[in-house]
């Protein structure tokens, strides 16, 4: 079945470095790639999307591109700030049965 | 209106209560979601409505009914439910079932079986 393969946590970062966290995904079918952040204590935020090969999804300074080649979708940022602590999930979205699947999650701590 | 409102935001009930959870969004989305999550793990699926019918039950045991009433409203029903069901309960929403659109989650109910 399809599947989502993400790096582990917790990832540990001081403010303004560099974050990337790994996604791989199954390359059955040509899904649409999801991130999505969770703050402590709340639900799910869509975070940004892909729907195709090479797009690039960005928003509040993350940024994430669709390879096909590599089947990844891996989530970047340039500085993280202490407010970007939180778990982050990879999730395809394939068009049979149009259901996300969720990858394990990683969590990140941003130290000041 | 860009969200999902679920209520309440926390419950606690006995394993012989009955109680329903309640969900709201008013973006004329037309598939609706019940997922579970427990502490530190992804979000699992329970549920799918699709234009107001049942369209994928994961296997969910009978203590937990869902019910769609209308294109805004999914309701999940709690009866007889064990400790082990303690979790958070999200409520999402998207556009229909193809695969371009993301899910809009509300803030969850926090249920404590007790």
């Known amino acids: 079945g399809n599947s989502v393969t993400q790096m582990e946590g917790p990832v540990t970062l001081s403010e303004e470095a560099f974050l990337t966290i790994n996604c791989t995904y199954t390359a059955t079918g040509y899904p649409s790639l999801f991130w999505y952040v969770q703050y402590p204590g709340e639900g799910l935020q869509l975070l940004l999307k892909a729907t195709k090969a090479d797009d690039k999804g960005s928003n509040k300074g993350f940024e994430a591109t669709y390879r096909k080649e590599t089947t990844s979708f891996h989530l970047e940022k340039g500085s993280v700030q202490v407010s970007d602590s939180a778990v982050y999930f990879c999730a395809p979205r394939y068009n049979q049965g149009g259901k996300l699947i969720f990858g394990q999650g990683t969590e990140l701590s941003v130290k000041p | 209106d860009t969200e999902v409102t679920q209520t309440p935001k926390h419950l606690v009930m006995g394993m012989t209560n009955k109680k329903s959870l309640k969900c709201e969004q008013h973006m004329g989305h037309r598939a609706m979601y019940w997922y579970k999550q427990k502490a530190k793990k992804p979000p699992e699926l329970m549920f799918v409505?699709?234009?107001?019918?049942?369209?994928i039950n994961e296997s969910v045991p009978s203590r937990f009914s869902p019910e769609c009433p209308n294109s805004s409203l999914l309701n999940l029903h709690l009866h007889a439910l064990q400790p082990e069901d303690s979790a958070l309960y999200l409520c999402?929403?998207?556009?229909?079932?193809?695969?371009?659109?993301?899910?809009?989650f509300g803030s969850g109910t926090r249920l404590t079986v007790v």
């Open positions: 999402a929403s998207s556009q229909d079932e193809s695969r371009d659109y993301g899910y809009t």
């Open positions: 409505y699709s234009y107001e019918k049942l369209s």
